[in-house]
């Protein structure tokens, strides 16, 4: 599914220049779900915007459903990240003025959907959710959680076969991050790989497999358990 | 695609009055200033002899004083000598020609309580209808031989027929001209052309006439023109008859030349004319004449007058300050909303739907400053029209292509001042805002 092969990402300013990634290499198989861990700064959510193609990598190869994707230009790279990629954000992200249907509706409308199937899958995903009954309302009426599954709900409605989650349950308490992860490991078991940073360990074990980035590097790259992950911690 | 980021369009410009009305009356009132200027100007250059304007041909010759050229745009007098206009007129050449200038008349009505009043009027001769394509509601005009004899017959204007006869058909009816009778054989319908090509050394923005009489009557009535009278000479110009028979200029002079052969016929004509004239001790200056289409009459008589040009760019000018200003509204608004772009890019939207819909957003501030632009600007030219006291109600007004080419401008400029904050916004890197949650 997903095949990266010594990426490296760094970031210039003025001054300094930070290398936000180096011979990062990591492969994450179809179906899997999989945590990443590491300390603030260590280059997670670089990974996650290039493994998402929000990012050019610096250098390094970059292979998505075998595809190298490191030559597509910016039309390409959005229309895969369209179809085949789902992002959710610690911060929800959703668009403070476009009710939860309309906001559930953009990737759709990049999709080329007509309004008959974007209603549809609006309505599918809503239920999903368990947020049908509040389509017209404006995401600041809601709750974190709620707001939450509604951008879960957005990711999942152009059915994406990847989802990456950037510490979706930072911003939650534990009993609506409890449900949040059920949600995911719902999401998962219906064959929709998933790659989750978080900071909370008992997520994190969770996944089938975790790993762990320290300064722009995988600290573990065995497909070994959280417990081993841990040991080298 | 494009109806979903007009409504987005719409959504964010409502989400933000204050600044989107800012914008709005930034584009308007710079569309406003351009247009008045700019539909001045248009009005002014328009040419109601287009459709003739291979054909119609203003006739200038240079009978003008020996020692010195005539103060015109081509050092040609811009109008004939009587003797010399007459003596044109014996010509058979040109299809049809015309000899005319400006009068007035005082009109009365036997047997009626209508006031008297004075009418501007043209004495003409009969061609005048047919070359300037001046059409009739009622009757005709009157018969060639008035133009050498007096014949007191009048064509009346729909104005005047209104005002006097109600509007009904008065062919063959009796009004008095400065206390004589005049039979009526013509009334013409709504003409108003303007600027008034055929007379443009008067105020080339003044209504046509209210009566036109034949051109046989000057010996008759001791008609003086109502418009420029100039001289070089002061000798021998005794009485009426002498008036006459001067080297004033009064006459309008215009031919009718369908074909290329009969153009170059009449120079020849024109030619010989002014070589007997010399031989006669008149016309001394080297041998001139000019024959100018009704386009190229325009450009002499300066219509549009190079102030106007100044001003028409002045005004473009002040446009593009009013879009800049625009610009940087539009970047402000733009960059505040950067955070939704990153999301959109996260969701799928490449760099260019980003773009397309910024500047449709940009856009649509446009259309909706066209539109105030436009009512600005019937108000500018609504002031235009005051301050000059009903000389130039004609040009002082917007015709459809006038208000099409309004928003076009504003579209063009709220575009332009689009272009940078749409492109910066599209080429900024997401994951920057989604990061920074
Ligand atoms: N756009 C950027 N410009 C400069 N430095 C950046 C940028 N994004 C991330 N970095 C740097 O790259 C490193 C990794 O950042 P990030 O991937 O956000 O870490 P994490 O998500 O693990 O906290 C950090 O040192 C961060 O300061
Ligand atoms: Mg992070």
């Known amino acids: ?233 | 695609m494009i109806g979903y980021y007009i409504s987005l369009a719409m959504r964010s410009l409502r989400g933000t009055p204050i600044l989107s009305t800012l914008m709005i009356a930034a584009i308007a009132v710079g569309v406003g200033a351009c247009m008045t200027v700019l539909t001045l100007n248009y009005m002014m250059s328009q040419n109601a002899l287009a459709h003739k304007d291979d054909v119609l041909y203003a006739v200038q010759l240079d009978g003008w004083d020996p020692n010195e050229a005539a103060d015109t745009a081509n050092e040609l007098p811009w109008q004939l000598t009587y003797q010399d206009a007459t003596a044109l007129l014996r010509s058979d050449i040109p299809t049809r020609q015309v000899a005319m200038h400006r009068f007035g008349f005082t009109i009365t009505l036997d047997e009626s309580e209508m006031r008297p009043f004075t009418a501007d009027a043209r004495i003409t001769t009969a061609d005048f209808f047919g070359l300037f394509d001046v059409p009739f509601l009622f009757g005709g005009t009157w018969n060639a031989d008035a133009d050498f004899s007096p014949v007191q017959q009048v064509v009346l204007s729909k104005a005047t027929n209104d005002k006097v006869f109600g509007g009904e058909n008065s062919v063959g009816k009796t009004i008095n001209l400065n206390g004589e009778p005049f039979t009526v054989v013509g009334i013409i319908d709504h003409w108003n052309p303007s600027p008034k090509v055929y007379d443009l050394n008067n105020n080339p923005f003044a209504d046509s006439e209210e009566i036109y009489i034949p051109f046989g009557l000057h010996r008759k009535f001791e008609i003086y023109s109502w418009g420029n009278t100039n001289g070089w000479s002061h000798s021998n110009e005794e009485g009426y008859e002498g008036f006459l028979q001067g080297e004033s200029v009064w006459v309008q002079y215009w031919v009718e030349l369908d074909t290329a052969a009969q153009k170059e016929k009449y120079e020849e004509y024109l030619t010989g004319y002014i070589r007997q004239q010399k031989e006669q001790g008149r016309f001394q200056r080297p041998l001139k004449f000019a024959l100018s289409k009704p386009s190229e009459w325009l450009v002499l008589n300066e219509v549009l007058r190079d102030d106007n040009r100044v001003l028409g760019w002045l005004s473009l000018a002040f446009l593009l300050v009013c879009v800049v200003n625009a610009v940087a509204l539009l970047l402000a608004k733009f960059l505040r909303k950067a955070p939704e772009a990153g999301v959109r890019r996260a969701l799928g939207a490449s760099r260019n739907a980003i773009f397309i819909q910024h500047l449709i957003e940009s856009s649509c501030i446009g259309v909706l400053g066209g539109l105030l632009g436009i009512l600005l600007s019937l108000l500018g030219l609504g002031g235009v029209r005051q301050l000059a006291m009903g000389r130039i109600d004609q040009i002082a007004s917007m015709d459809w292509l006038m208000v099409l080419a309004a928003i076009g401008l504003a579209v063009l400029a709220s575009l332009l001042a689009g272009l940078y904050p749409a492109w910066r916004i599209s080429r900024t890197n997401p994951s920057i805002y989604l990061k920074t949650q």
Do not use: C
């Open chain 1, 1 to 233: 599914m997903l095949k990266m092969h010594n990426i490296r990402k760094s970031y210039r300013t003025d001054t300094i220049e930070t290398h936000a990634l180096r011979d990062f290499s990591l492969q994450v198989n179809e179906g899997e779900f999989v945590s990443v861990t590491g300390p603030s700064g260590s280059g997670k959510t670089t990974f996650l915007n290039i493994a998402g193609l929000l990012e050019t990598p610096t250098g390094g190869q970059y292979l998505l459903d075998g595809e190298d994707v490191s030559s597509l230009n910016d039309r390409d790279r959005s229309r895969l990240r369209n179809e085949k990629i789902g992002f959710i954000f610690q911060g929800f992200n959703l668009i403070p003025d476009l009710n939860l249907f309309d906001n559930i509706d953009v990737p759709l409308r990049y999709r080329g959907f007509n309004a008959k199937e974007r209603k549809k899958r609006i309505e599918k995903v809503l239920e999903q959710v368990g947020l049908s009954a509040r389509a017209k309302h404006l995401p600041a009426q809601l709750s974190g959680g709620q707001q939450q599954r509604v951008a879960i709900a957005r990711a999942l409605a152009g059915e994406p076969r990847f989802l990456l989650a950037d510490e979706p349950t930072g911003n939650l308490d534990s009993l609506m991050a409890r449900q949040v992860m059920e949600l995911l490991e719902f999401i998962n078991e219906w064959g929709t790989t998933i790659v989750m940073v978080t900071h909370d360990p008992d997520l994190a074990r969770r996944a089938h497999r975790n790993i762990q980035i320290v300064d722009g590097q995988v600290s573990d790259l065995q497909h070994g358990t959280v417990g081993a992950a841990r040991e080298i911690a």
